[in-house]
T-cell receptor, first 110, second 112 residues
């Protein structure tokens, strides 16, 4: 959808390597979020940001870090990827009125 | 634990059937409630929402009413179409930052 893009769309990486996923928005929205989607678990919040350099942990933050140096970009880093981090990752922007989601990044850790 | 509970799927219906997908929540205060839909290979899209008790959200023939007394927000549609086949997520706001937390999703299959 216009306004929020994720890159890459697909990635295969090896166990133990660092991986960074990017979320870019053109809506100038203050709040941004990273979720992972897994069968049987729905969407679970990893980290979120409520402004430049202001971030907080979500439900499943272990093994992940984030950075927000500009309003438009929110980066999710897997410091040392593990097979349990194979998932589809979604970025979102929004607030209590509702979120807009990106199209997702499918990450496979082999 | 997950404070949004929705019925297990998959749900399979014939075209033009009546649809109900149940959703209940636990919360203190008055969260906003949502239904999101995810079509294959895509991200989630907001389908409808309600922000206070007795509000009814509606969109594309779908409806859900915010029931505080039963802490429920069931999704309904009077006559489903094949194009409604998707995964549906119930969600609510949580915490001082109004983060949105999601149920596990219900997969819906509509047969022609």
């Amino acid at each position: 959808d216009a306004g929020i893009t994720q890159s890459p769309r697909h990635k295969v990486t090896e166990t133990g390597t660092p991986v960074t996923l990017r979320c870019h928005q053109t809506e100038n929205h203050r709040y941004m979020y990273w979720y992972r989607q897994d069968p049987g678990h729905g969407l679970r919040l990893i980290h979120y940001s409520y402004g430049v350099k202001d971030t907080d942990k979500g439900e499943v933050s272990d093994g992940y870090s984030v950075s927000r140096s500009k309003t438009e970009d929110f980066l999710l880093t897997l410091e040392s990827a593990t097979s349990s981090q194979t998932s589809v990752y979604f970025c979102a922007i929004g607030d209590r009125g509702g979120y807009t989601f990106g199209s997702g990044t499918r990450l496979t850790v082999v | 634990g997950n404070s949004v509970t929705q019925m297990e799927g998959p749900v399979t219906l014939s075209e033009e059937a009546f649809l109900t997908i149940n959703c209940t929540y636990t919360a203190t205060g008055y969260p906003s409630l949502f239904w999101y839909v995810q079509y294959p290979g895509e991200g989630l899209q907001l389908l409808l929402k309600a922000t206070k008790a007795d509000d009814k959200g509606s969109n594309k023939g779908f409806e859900a009413t915010y029931r505080k007394e039963t802490t429920s927000f069931h999704l309904e549609k009077g006559s489903v179409q094949v194009s409604d086949s998707a995964v549906y997520f119930c969600a609510r706001t949580e915490g001082r930052d109004d983060k949105i937390i999601f149920g596990k999703g219900t997969r819906l299959h509509i047969l022609p």
